[in-house]
Each structure stands twice: as structure tokens, then as C-alpha cells.
């Protein structure tokens, strides 16, 4: 399965400031991804890095959400959009109230929320239909900004100025680049409680 690639951050050299863009909650979770194809569905399922099994918890428990509410619509979606489509992947966030930095409490109910698909040959669907198609689901990521990339913005995220705790995810309109953006108090929360790790997390 394709790994969701590594998202550049806000004080990487060569920010495409200036541009168009769409931004999206940045859930603190960990990402979870699923493989669809045309003959057996939705047939594999992933963390970042390796499969998981359906008795692997906490990942497990993501299972069952994935298909009592997502699985058809976002088949449904695909299918229509991309006629003779034989596969694609599907990238989700999975957290609870707790989770922190990819840790999560076995117990404690969680969420799922879709922040991307990639379609072979196509690449990632653009922000702009994503948002058309799946914004509208309560377990899609959801887009809080709509305008230009600009310096300002990255200080307003990093001061707390916009409603997100972790940060900020943002994509050109048509997919060509990611950037995120973390809050300085969630940074500050990482050194905390992680210690000399903390930078792993970081941008």
C-alpha cells in the first residue's frame, strides 16, 4: 500500500506563498489507511507504515466505523467520479479524546476522519473535490480556510489565532503542495510531555 507521504513544514525553505490555497483541521491521531479494488472492495488496511489485523488493538477498532459509515459512500463517490476506476486508497486519522502524538487509551471511544485518497496514475484528489465530495460527512476532515498562503497566516495558526489545537494542514486548491503548521502551544505540549523525543513531532 502506498505510504501517505511526509508534509513539508511551515519554516521549510521555498513556501509557496502567495498561492491559492485550502486549509484543513490537523487531527492528533494516527493515520490509518485502507485499499480498495474493483473485484474484492475494500480487502486491506494499514497504519502508516505496515498492515494491521483485525485483532490488533487499538488500530481494530477502527474497522467496524470504517465500514458501518464511510466504506460505500466514499466507493459510491470514487466509482462515479472515475469511471473504470480498478483501485484506489483511502488515508483517515484515527484519535479519541485522549490520543497524543500517535499514543491513544485502549478504552476510550475514538473517531475516524478521511483526509485523502489517492487514485493510481491520477495521484491525490485535488482539495477542491474533496471538499466538493466528502466535506459535507461529518467524518471528513473539515476545511476551515479558504485563501491565500501568506507569512501571516503560518503566525496567526502558531499564535492560536484559528480554532485548531495541533495545527493546520494546507493544500494548493488543485493538490500540488502541502504545508503544515502547528500551534506553538501544542509544540509546547509535546516538550512537555515527551521530553527530548518531542522533536520527532514537530514540524
Not at 476506476?85 to 475516524?112: C, M, N, R, W
Not at 480554532?163 to 503542495?177: A, C, Q, S, T
Amino acid at each position: 500500500m502506498k505510504q501517505y507521504p511526509t508534509i513539508q513544514g511551515s519554516r521549510a525553505r521555498n513556501l509557496p506563498l502567495g498561492e491559492s490555497c485550502i486549509g484543513f483541521y490537523k487531527y492528533d491521531g494516527s493515520n490509518l489507511r485502507w485499499e480498495w479494488n474493483r473485484k474484492k472492495g475494500f480487502y486491506k488496511h494499514g497504519t502508516r507504515h505496515r498492515l494491521f489485523g483485525a485483532d490488533e488493538a487499538p488500530y481494530n477498532q477502527a474497522i467496524d466505523f470504517f465500514k458501518a459509515y464511510m466504506s460505500k459512500a466514499i466507493e459510491d463517490s470514487m466509482t462515479h467520479y472515475y469511471s473504470g476506476i480498478t483501485d484506489f486508497i483511502v488515508y483517515t486519522e484515527f484519535f479519541g479524546k485522549s490520543s497524543f502524538a500517535g499514543s491513544h487509551e485502549l478504552d476510550e471511544p475514538k473517531q475516524l476522519k478521511l483526509f485523502d485518497i489517492w487514485v493510481p496514475k491520477k495521484g491525490f484528489i485535488p482539495p477542491k473535490d474533496f471538499t466538493s465530495r466528502f466535506s459535507h460527512f461529518s467524518w471528513s476532515a473539515k476545511p476551515i480556510y479558504h485563501g491565500v498562503f501568506h507569512q501571516q497566516l503560518i503566525e496567526d495558526i502558531r499564535e492560536g489565532r484559528h480554532d485548531v489545537e495541533e495545527g493546520m494542514i494546507l493544500k494548493g486548491i488543485n493538490g500540488d503542495w502541502m504545508v503544515k503548521v502547528k500551534t506553538l502551544a501544542y509544540l509546547r505540549k509535546l516538550q512537555e510531555k515527551l521530553g527530548k523525543d518531542w522533536t520527532k513531532f514537530a514540524e
